[in-house]
Nanobody, 115 residues
């Protein structure tokens, strides 16, 4: 299996910033799409941002202008730079990778934004 290791979560005050990282490892080397999802208590998991192998990006409306997704192919790592964080951004953030026609999920990292 492909393994995804997430890091960078934590507690931050409203208006602050965090950078999430997700590093992929395993036998697969052709990664089509990498993205971030989040799930707050009592809600369904929802797309935050994604980036394709060609560099195209998509963002949820709620994070446009505040979050930036990027990719380092050499390191097989996807990043999520989160600026101007709001309490409503509080959630468990999950890395997702589409590779070889299969989806893979990270273990999740908690992001808590205090007001």
């Amino acid at each position: 299996q492909v393994q995804l290791v997430e890091s960078g979560g934590g507690l931050v005050q409203a208006g602050g910033s965090l950078r999430l990282s997700c590093a992929a490892s395993g036998s697969i080397f052709s990664i089509n799409v990498m993205g971030w999802y989040r799930q707050a208590p009592g809600t369904q998991r929802a797309l935050v941002a994604r980036i394709t192998s060609g560099g195209s990006t998509n963002y949820a409306d709620s994070v446009k202008g505040r979050f930036t997704i990027s990719r380092d192919d050499a390191k097989k790592t996807v990043y999520l730079q989160m600026n101007s964080l709001k309490p409503e951004d509080t959630a468990v953030y999950y890395c997702n990778v589409l590779a070889g026609g299969k989806f893979y999920w990270g273990q999740g990292t908690q992001v808590t934004v205090s007001s």
